[in-house]
């Protein structure tokens, strides 16, 4: 996606009276902008200063607005009176606005720039603060109908600060390149990602920004996507919560939340490689994402709580988690509830370090409800838990193969279920036990495990009609079909 890039000569915009300064702002200078030009793009310039705004102002195609290139600091711009928008975008093409300051004045104006229909915009280096009104945005972008749409928008290098929600993505809208912003202290998401019951693929990459937000008075996760919304990427950006956890928020949110559209949604929404620390709630919570979301590559740091997950997901269909690490969670690390025909791959999860502290970490990977059916869980790394690795609830056709448990509450315990596969794991040094299947499993296969030096007992099998074959271990508990050979660690 390329930049705007206009050579047009400067066009200084002058004010009929005030003094520049927040008491008595420059005001009467609006009718400069709001006027077309016949001989095509016109750049205005702006002395470094407040500028009062008393209505909503038109921006017309072609239009460039920045700081005056031969003073020093930039102008601001601040509403007069209660508004919609401070700046407006409607029908209007190669529009840049660059180095400029906008002021909400605790939500006296709704939205900074409001864009309702265009293309070829460009946000660079801009400041948005204070929008704090609780149906606004800092940046508003909303396409009015199919034939009146927002296409080829980059917002770059700007500055959001304090208020409700940063940038609000509607419907009718595409082709969105949001990249090395800064997302300071919002209540409610830095952005949302809001289809309005239609569906809508947006082609938004959204990488390499930073969000902060230590506040505990929250309205919801740091970046929200809506149901119906496809064509997302989340991609290197930084996403920290609170540095203390002293004084518990009013509500658990996530840092990004994803509302699928079910099964039916198959086109990609992936969250890969973003780094998430101390969030007060889960990291990455998904609901009823279908096959093409992708959660994979991410480092996560002390998220989640006692009741949510660093990584939650509910109701999910056809969806990877793959490659996340994910160290001290607060409760459990990776937990599925309903999902079905989903794979958990190759991820690392880590407690504390620390020999003389308490372990936290409810948890490993956690299977729940009685809707899961053919989930996988493969190859994943797990060690430092007060809880189980692996803990299967509920759920059939579950695979649990080729698994690391080391140094955990239990290694893998499975307390329900049916068609379990349980194959090629390692567990060690687990202290209240290696693998354990309870009674209440019908029907599986135990084999080719690898567990030794585990705490009461390495293998334990009460499940009905599950075969157990080939499993090296050194103390046994009660393991139906094997002989006191295939129990003995000496035969690896």
Same mark, same amino acid.
Request: charged share 25%; aromatic share 2%; proline share 6%.
């Given at each position: 996606m390329s930049t705007t890039s206009l050579a047009v000569q400067p066009l200084p915009v002058h004010a009929r009276s005030g003094c520049g300064t927040l008491e008595s702002p420059w005001t009467g200078w609006e009718d400069q902008l709001e006027a077309p030009s016949a001989s095509g793009p016109v750049e205005f310039t702006f002395e470094a200063g407040c500028w009062g705004v008393s209505r909503p102002i038109r921006l017309h195609g072609g239009t460039v607005l920045r700081p005056d290139p031969t003073g020093t600091g930039r102008p601001w711009f601040l509403p007069l009176e209660e508004m919609d928008a401070i700046f407006r975008i409607d029908g209007a093409h190669l529009v840049t606005l660059t180095g400029l300051c906008f002021h909400g004045r605790g939500g006296k104006s709704r939205h900074g720039l409001f864009v309702r229909a265009g293309t070829r915009l460009q946000v660079d280096g801009c400041r948005f603060g204070d929008f704090a009104h609780p149906d606004g945005a800092a940046l508003r972008i909303c396409g009015e109908s199919e034939d009146r749409y927002v296409r080829g928008v980059v917002i770059q290098s700007c500055h959001f600060v304090n208020g409700t929600v940063g940038v609000r993505l509607d419907s009718h809208l595409s082709d969105l390149l949001v990249t090395d912003n800064r997302f300071d202290e919002f209540r409610g998401p830095c952005v949302q990602v809001d289809p309005h019951d239609h569906w809508v693929d947006y082609g938004l990459i959204f990488v390499k920004n930073r969000v902060t937000a230590s506040g505990k008075d929250r309205v919801g996760p740091m970046f929200l996507v809506g149901p119906g919304a496809e064509g997302i990427r989340i991609a290197d950006n930084d996403l920290s919560g609170p540095d203390s956890s002293d004084a518990p928020a009013q509500e658990e949110w996530s840092a990004i939340e994803v509302r699928g559209g079910g099964p039916r949604s198959r086109r990609r929404v992936e969250v890969l490689s973003n780094r998430l620390v101390g969030v007060a709630g889960p990291a990455v919570s998904a609901r009823q994402c279908g096959p093409g979301f992708l959660l994979a590559g991410n480092h996560i740091t002390a998220c989640g709580t006692a009741e949510s997950a660093a990584l939650e997901l509910t109701a999910c269909h056809g969806v990877l988690v793959e490659d996340n690490e994910i160290e001290e969670p607060i409760g459990a690390a990776i937990r599925t509830v309903d999902c079905a025909v989903s794979r958990v791959n190759a991820n690392e999860i880590r407690g504390l370090a620390e020999s003389n502290s308490p372990r936290g970490g409810a948890g490993g990977v956690v299977v729940k409800g009685r809707g899961t059916r053919r989930l996988r869980i493969t190859d994943n790394r797990i060690s430092g838990l007060r809880a189980p690795g692996v803990l299967v609830e509920r759920g059939t056709g579950i695979r649990v193969v080729g698994n690391e448990v080391h140094d955990c509450g239990e290694g893998i315990r499975v307390s329900g279920g049916r068609n379990l596969l349980v194959? !090629?794991? %390692? /567990?060690?040094?687990?202290?209240?036990?290696?693998?354990? +299947? %309870? &009674?209440?499993? =019908?029907? !599986? $296969?135990? #084999? $080719?495990?690898? #567990?030794? $030096?585990?705490?009461?007992?390495? $293998? &334990? +099998?009460?499940? *009905?009609?599950?075969? /157990?074959?080939?499993?090296?271990? %050194? *103390? #046994?508990?009660? =393991?139906?079909? &094997?002989?006191?050979? %295939?129990?003995? #660690?000496?035969?690896?």
């Open positions: 194959v !090629g794991n %390692d /567990c060690r040094d687990n202290g209240g036990g290696g693998i354990r +299947v %309870d &009674e209440p499993v =019908i029907r !599986g $296969l135990v #084999a $080719l495990n690898y #567990a030794i $030096l585990n705490g009461p007992v390495d $293998l &334990e +099998v009460l499940g *009905q009609r599950i075969s /157990c074959d080939r499993n090296k271990v %050194d *103390q #046994a508990g009660t =393991i139906p079909g &094997e002989s006191p050979l %295939d129990r003995s #660690a000496d035969m690896v």
